[in-house]
Each structure stands twice: as C-alpha cells, then as structure tokens.
C-alpha cells in the first residue's frame, strides 16, 4: 500500500439471538452515572497503524484470542484481514509481508542507502558506538507506517533477535507513558519488571536488554524526541527505525526521510485493488482525477476506494464528483485537508445508526473495538454490532485485527471531532458507562471459570447468556491475554472520567481480580501495582478512608516485595492515616505491623519492636487470638536479631501458649523450635534440648512430618555440642526415615494423580 506511512448480559450471540436496546448494561450504567460523585463508602476489595497499511499483521507464537462470542468475519474484497496484535496498539510485534504496498521505491532506496552508509561520528571506517536511528516523517495518513513496515520487512532478516513494532501515541493523541512502552518491551524478551519500578529505572533496563540483541525497533507515531531517546541502545547492532509527524530535534546522527503523496501511477493501483482494473480502464482520466484530489494519500484513496467496493454500480469518475461536493475544512493545515474530506464524504454515506456507532468508537479504549464494545456503546445487540463492525471495516474506517477491529490512529481524532460535535456529553458519558459495565460483566465471568465445578460462582456463570460466557478457562486467559492493553485502559478511563467513579471502582476490582486468578500475584504485580494506584486515586478523589487505606497497603506490599522498602514504610504510615479516619480497625492494625515489618527489613530492631508491641496491643484489646499467637512470634523474632534473648523467649513461648489454646499443634511446635534456637544462642544448650524435645512431640502429634524431621535434626546437632554422639546418630537415622517416609508418600500421590 502507500508506501508512507462477570456477569449478566442480555446481549446475544453472534449467530441471531437479540438483546433489547439498553438491557441491563443500559440500566447499571445509568445508575452509575447518576451517581456521579456521590459513590458510597462501603468497601470494595482491592487485594497507530495508518489504514494505508493493509498488510497482515503477526504476533510471534501467539494462539489467536478466544472472545466469548465467536469474532468478526473477515471482509471480501477489502484485502485479507489482519492479524491480533497482542490486543493493544502499543503492544510490540512483528511485521508481516506487505502484499498491499506501492510505490516508494525510491524513499526505499535512500532508506537503505542510509542503513548501509557508515555514521557520522565514525573515524577511518571505525563503526558507531550507538543505535542507528532512521526517521521517517510525514502527515498521518500519508503512508508513513506502512513505509516502514515495508522496510523492516526487507532487512529483517538481518535483526536474528526481532523485529518489534510498536506505537508512542494513544488513539486519542496523547503520548503512550515511556514507562509503559518499556514495560511491554521488557516483556517482549521474557524479562520481568518491577512492579512501581519508575520511568528511569525501566528505560535502563531496556537498553541494557537492547544492548544484548541485535534487534530492528519500530518506533511508530512518536509524538517528541524524548520518547524515542529514552529507549535507544548504545548498539551499533540494533536498527531503530522512529515515525513521526516532523523532526526529532535532539538526536543525534538521525537520517530523516520525509514523505508526501503517493504518485500518479502508485496511487491509481492502489485504488485499483478496491474497484478492479475495468473500472480504471473505462475511464483512467476520473481515476487520476480522483487521485489527484486524495492528494495521493493513502488512507483517503483507501476510503473512497472502500466507498467504490461498497457501491459497484457507481463509476469512478461519479464518485469523484461527490467527493469535490463535500467542502474542505479551510481551518484544517492544508496538507490534512484531503483525507478529512474523504472521510467525512464516505461518513456522510453511512446510515445513522452506523454513523452514530462509528463517532461512538472513538472511545474504543486502546483504540481496539469488538462486538461487545461496539454493542455496549451504541446500545444494540451483539449480532447487529458484528454486522456494523463488517460494513465500517469494508469502507476501511476500520482495520480488521483478529477477533477484533483496530481504529486507525489517522481517523481517530477526526471520529472523535464528530463525536464531539454531535453527541451530547451526557450521552457520552451513558456510553461510555455502557461498555465499562459489559467489560465489568466479561471479566467478572472471566475469573468465574476458574472457580471449582460446583462453586456458587460457577452456578452463577451457568446461568449467564452465552454470549458473556467461556466456554474454558483457557479460552478465559486468551481473551484476559490479548484484552489486557484495552482492559488497563478501560481502567484508566473510568477514572479520568471523574463522573463514574462507582463504576471505576468496580471495574478496577474486577480486573485485579481476573488477573490474579489467571496470572498469579506475582505475575500480575506490575499490573496490580497500577491498578492500585488508580483505585487510590479515586478514593483520595471521594474521601473513601478505608478504600484509601487498602490501596495504600497493597502498594506498599508491592513496594516491599521488590525493594523499595523506604517507599513501602511511606505508603504504611500513610495507610495507617486513612485507616485511623475511616475507624478501621483491621487496616489500622495491618498499617501498624506493617510499619513494624518494613522497619525489621531495615534492621531497626528496636522500632520494629515497638510498632508490633501496638499492634499487638491492639489484637489484645480486640481478642484476635490467632493475630496475637503470630504478632507474639514476630516480637521474638526482633528480639532474637538484636540480641535480647530473654525478651525473645518470653515472646516465643507466649506465642506457643497461643497456638496451643486454638489447638494449632503444627505453630505450637514451631513456637517452640524458635524458643529452643533462643535458648541455644543464650547459652543454654540443656534448656534448648527439653524445649526442642517437646517440639518434637508436639510436631509427631500434629502429623507434621517434615517438621518433625527437621526438629529431629536439630536434637542431633544440640546433642553432639552436648558430647552425646551416639544419641545424636540415633536423631539424625530417625530424622532420614521420616524424610523418606515423606517422599515415598509424595511418589504414591503423584503417581495416582497421573493415573
């Protein structure tokens, strides 16, 4: 082509059955909008590719994503449909053949020429120290994106390590977080993130990654010179290759190529493959009329190619008349005149109900839309929005990608320019609460699947129209996989939004917990770890004290785990605030131990001890038996590390006592061991010996083996320093025959689970 570049649903399934318009999505979201920032305080559990290019597009070894409903058709005629792209447009991927791609020869030409020609800061054929970086700029529309795509597949080979494409600006034109392009870089090569790892920290393990590789980087839409900087590699070995509207002052050595129109010959063949060669041929003067007035850009000859394909009977050179009847927008830079009147000449042909659908999709979040969205936002059924979907994709207004439909980033800011100027903001605002409610229902029916047979949610999830429905659990995680870029923006706008922070709570809650069911914590943490910050976000907003509470524990956990231990010791004592005004007493006492925690990860014995002191205090006062036993064994510990071995045995045999009035036999018996290692380090090696002798019969009684095992290793050890060898052996022979014991019985289980 041009070379520039969960649950209840009455929504039906793709194969005839009808919902009413509205439907419970219609009714849920109505209420949320009417309770515009008057959420209440109850708690909520927190734990572009330009159109020119119409080349398939590839996701490395990826399975294609499973909706709920069966995906979108693939549209004859309108070249062969796209492929997912890993659910988001600023997910990484590769590039497919371009068997839609004309012209350009010699921008390709001066392309490589640059590629091959030794850098500027080189001395005597000495090779670059740093990236190659190769600029390709132009208008949107103009072709750019598939310019590069088409380079990148003609070097490719030379890049073993890939071939990644992805995009810096959102549909909506703002530019993609640095810290969320080298989150999904860094995933691309299988290297995990730290969950609230900042922008600094990310961009330098991307370029350590980079440094390593010998990868092509496609940089596409960059919206300033800083997004593409902050992620280049020192490596002569790497290609980036950065697209963008003008140039990238800042950079250094970059080798600009910008690019216009298409020419005569390349833009008539383009059109071309939409109306067939004979409708060129009848009248070959009203093709390169009509060329002439697309200004040869791609994306406008692609919509009213679409128009033709669409309307057979209709000759060319008709067709251009009704394109100069439609007005140019003077107060539009002349250079985006032509594909804003070819846009507007083929929206004025859509019935209204299209129309209405096609402006509503402008808030198609990532830019991705699939039948359930485009059915949420514009009211309709589920099977009328695949058939709307198929038409705007026929038109190329939209770009089939999978089981979904991509919104070109060129015609992005031109549908949302209609939207706004036709459609009342409270009618958006209902929109847009429509769709997050289904995407709510989808992903409370998403973790659903992953209950046991049985289960009060799974009888829940039966009971559920098909269309929202999973069939599997696998099919569930392919679809959480290929949506989470959308699902993470959804989250992102529900809260932007300000007006529907009810349903952004619910959604957000929705999320972690889908992705927690099928990822794990620790999988998901770097996603948590946003979502939890847009849930704080939204309790800060309304006051909402013990939502404020838990977001910040969560984050804090996520802190502590990978680090960060000054920042989580912030966030606790900040929880500790929230927890305090909301007069919750369990996130006033997880604050409290917390802080105590973060202080013993820091070696600050004697605050550590004081902050579990309160929060034990505060189990006591409230009989929380069980907290106690463990806030007792946490005191021990403490003081066992910073040498108060009288206060640490106190401590451990308190803990003891406790597990032993919840008849918790196994934390009795570890109690003790602690109590015996204290008494050990104290001197006391006779006292150490009863304690850990009684540990060990409180471990055979509680059926512990492997504890047992282990305390009866330790009597070995206590024994020799005692000068009782023979005893010792005897210990440690008992020791082995129970870890046998153990491992014989771990073979039987897993054999008769094979069976």
């Known amino acids: 082509m041009g070379g520039q570049a969960a649950p209840q649903d009455t929504a039906g399934p793709r194969d005839g059955a009808r919902s009413a318009p509205g439907g419970e999505d219609v009714a849920r979201a109505a209420d949320d909008v009417a309770a515009v920032r008057s959420a209440p305080a109850g708690r ?197 290759v950065a697209v963008a509207r003008g140039p990238l002052t800042g950079i250094p050595d970059i080798r600009p190529c910008t690019v216009g129109g298409l020419d005569a010959k390349s833009a008539i063949e383009l059109l071309g493959t939409f109306t067939g060669s004979v409708r060129i041929t009848v009248d070959p003067q009203a093709a390169e009329t009509l060329a002439e007035e697309c200004a040869g850009q791609p994306v406008a000859l692609c919509l009213v190619g679409g128009w033709l394909a669409t309307h057979p009977r209709v000759s060319v050179a008709d067709a251009t008349k009704r394109l100069c009847a439609v007005p140019e927008d003077v107060e539009l830079p002349r250079s985006a005149r032509p594909l804003a009147r070819a846009f507007r000449f083929v929206y004025g042909e859509l019935p209204p109900s299209t129309a209405a659908m096609l402006r509503l999709l402008a808030l198609a979040p990532a830019g991705f839309a699939d039948a359930h969205t485009a059915s949420a936002l514009s009211g309709c059924s589920v099977s009328a929005a695949t058939a709307a979907l198929d038409d705007l994709a026929a038109l190329s207004l939209l770009r089939p990608a999978g089981d979904q439909f991509e919104i070109p980033g060129s015609l992005a800011p031109l549908m949302r320019a209609l939207m706004e100027t036709h459609d009342r903001p409270a009618e958006v605002q209902l929109a847009t609460a429509r769709m ?164 013993q990860e820091l070696q600050d014995w004697h605050r550590a001890a004081d902050w579990y002191g309160r929060a034990l205090a505060q189990r006591l006062s409230r009989g929380e038996r069980a907290e106690e036993a463990r806030l007792y064994g946490r005191l021990g510990t403490v003081h066992t590390y910073a040498g108060r071995y009288g206060e640490a045995l106190r401590h451990w045999r308190a803990a003891a006592a406790g597990f032993r009035r919840l008849q918790d036999l196994t934390g009795q018996a570890r109690a003790l061991s602690e109590a015996a290692r204290v008494q050990e380090y104290a001197g006391r090696p006779e006292d150490s010996l009863h304690t850990c002798q009684e540990a060990v019969e409180w471990a055979r009684l509680a059926g512990d083996t492997p504890l047992q095992a282990e305390l009866e290793l330790r009597l070995a050890d206590t024994l020799e320093r005692l000068g009782d060898p023979t005893a010792a052996r005897l210990h440690r022979k008992a020791s082995d025959r129970l870890l046998a014991t153990t491992a014989s019985a771990y073979e039987i289980r897993s054999t008769s689970a094979e069976d």
């Open 44 to 240: 909520v559990p927190v734990l572009e590719a330009d159109p020119a290019d119409r080349t398939p597009r590839t996701v490395s070894d990826r399975a294609p994503a499973v909706a709920p409903d069966a995906g979108p058709r693939a549209t004859p005629g309108v070249g062969p449909p796209a492929r997912p792209v890993a659910g988001a447009t600023n997910r990484p991927t590769s590039p497919a053949p371009a068997r839609w791609f004309f012209g350009r020869q010699r921008e390709l030409k001066a392309l490589h020429s640059d590629i091959e020609r030794a850098g500027l800061n080189t001395i005597a054929g000495r090779r670059a120290a740093h990236t190659r970086v190769l600029l390709i700029a132009g208008q949107r529309g103009a072709g750019r994106t598939a310019l590069a795509r088409e380079l990148a597949r003609q070097v490719g080979r030379r890049y073993p390590d890939g071939v990644l494409h992805i995009r810096l600006t959102e549909p909506g034109g703002e530019p993609v977080p640095v810290e969320r392009t080298a989150r999904d870089l860094l995933g691309e090569f299988d290297i995990p993130a730290p969950p609230g790892a900042g922008e600094d920290e990310l961009s330098e393990m991307v370029r350590a990654a980079l440094a390593e590789r010998r990868v092509l980087l496609l940089l596409d839409d960059a919206h300033d010179a800083e997004q593409v900087d902050l992620l280049l590699p020192e490596n002569p070995d790497c290609l980036v």
């Open 436 to 599: 997050l409610e289904r995407t709510v229902r989808l992903l409370q029916s998403c973790r659903a699947v992953t209950e046991p047979e049985g289960s009060p949610a799974r009888m829940k999830l039966a009971a559920l129209p098909r269309a929202v429905r999973f069939p599997t659990t696998r099919a569930a995680a392919e679809w959480l996989s290929s949506r989470r870029p959308a699902l993470l923006a959804s989250a992102r706008l529900a809260v932007a939004d300000g007006g529907l922070d009810t349903l952004a709570r619910r959604l957000v809650s929705a999320l972690v917990r889908a992705l927690a069911a099928h990822q794990g914590t620790d999988a998901a943490a770097p996603d948590l770890y946003g979502l939890h910050q847009l849930v704080l976000g939204v309790a800060e907003r309304q006051g909402l004290h013990r939502e404020e509470a838990a977001a910040l524990l969560n984050i804090g956990d996520l802190d502590a785990r990978t680090g960060r231990t000054h920042d989580a010791l912030a966030r606790y004592r900040s929880a500790l605030d929230a927890g305090k005004a909301a007069n919750d007493h369990y996130a006033t006492g997880r604050a409290m131990e917390s802080v105590g925690s973060a202080y």
